[in-house]
């Protein structure tokens, strides 16, 4: 089953809020993990293994780098999708 742009994004607010406590409010597709929602690199590496996982993706680790922003994870993952 795809998701939609919007699904991915509302599951990928649902894993980092569950993750670091974040508001799922505040995951906008502009929103830099790292400089606007303050996530390091550990907690990072769960929300992706927690997306591979729920949205039934693979992210290789040197892909991880560059998915600065939340739109960057959302256009990644949609276009991966099976």
Known sequence: MAFTNEEVLAGLA???TDETGISA???A??????DDLD???ISMMT???NAE???GVTIP???VKNLKT?????TFISSNQA
């Open 61 to 63: 680790d040197d892909e």
């Open 70 to 74: 939340v739109g960057d994870a959302v």
């Open 47 to 49: 929300i992706v293994v």
């Open 39 to 41: 996530i390091d690199s």
């Open 29 to 34: 597709l502009e929103k830099s993990f790292t």
């Open 14 to 16: 649902e894993l980092v």
């Open 25 to 27: 409010d505040e995951v």
């Open 53 to 55: 996982e729920k949205f």
